[in-house]
């Protein structure tokens, strides 16, 4: 997933699988059937009614779905790293 092979770019994605087989218990599954069906539920809990701090405490449906402003709660991490610091606190989301 990461284009230069450097384990920060998968942070958030690793984030994701993390809280997917933390906070949904995906473990130990008996079948290839059981798991696919556990992980796609526990995938949609998470798009749809999981809220996330990052983004204010809303789903990441709501967020997608949301017009107008969207405040950033965390830093893009190729902007920070390669000093690139000229983004507003808000991403502008249109229609």
Not at 4 to 33: H, I, W, Y
Not at 60 to 71: E, F, T
């Amino acid at each position: 997933m990461a284009e230069s092979g450097d384990p920060n770019e998968n942070a958030m994605v690793e984030r994701v699988f993390r809280t997917l087989k933390e906070d949904f218990r995906l473990r130990g599954f008996l079948s290839f059937s059981a798991a696919s069906t556990s992980i796609g539920r526990a995938i949609h809990a998470y798009i749809n009614l999981r809220p996330h701090a990052s983004i204010g405490y809303l789903t990441p449906n709501q967020a997608h779905r949301r017009l107008g402003p969207l405040p950033l709660k965390w830093y893009p991490y190729k902007k920070v790293r390669f000093g690139n610091i000229q983004y507003s606190a808000h991403f502008q989301r249109t229609g």
